[in-house]
């Protein structure tokens, strides 16, 4: 069984930074890492995701703000998050897809932005 968990998560105004991260138990087959993000009432969302061969995509929304990159020797995918924006506060799953094993998810952080 993988195991996902998340740290970093908190509570800043409009304008900072802060980056979450987010270790496995499991870095032999993975796939890619993804974060994502859902705030009451609504469906979760991709926010970032990193294959294992480095390639990214971002939701529109974040692009040119949030950063993802992963660290295979520390097993461990990070967001940077720049320029926060009230919009931004939600809880923040990563997910970990394993090659023949299915997805993956971490138990979530919360991540709070104030005007």
């Known amino acids: 069984q993988v195991q996902l968990v998340e740290s970093g998560g908190g509570s800043v105004q409009a304008g900072a930074s802060l980056t979450i991260s987010c270790t496995t138990s499991?870095?032999?087959?993975?796939k890619a890492w993804g974060w994502h993000r859902q705030t009451p009432g609504k469906q979760r969302g991709m926010v970032?995701?990193?294959?294992?061969?480095?390639?990214?995509n971002y939701a529109d929304s974040v692009k040119g703000r949030f950063t993802i990159y992963q660290d295979n020797a520390k097993k461990t995918v990070y967001l940077q998050m720049n320029k926060l924006e009230p919009e931004d506060t939600a809880v923040y799953y990563c997910?970990?897809?394993?090659w023949g094993r299915g997805t993956y998810w971490g138990q979530g952080t919360q991540v709070t932005v104030s005007s």
């Open positions: 997910s970990g897809e394993y």
């Open positions: 970032a995701r990193i294959t294992a061969g480095d390639s990214t």
């Open positions: 499991a870095i032999i087959g993975l």
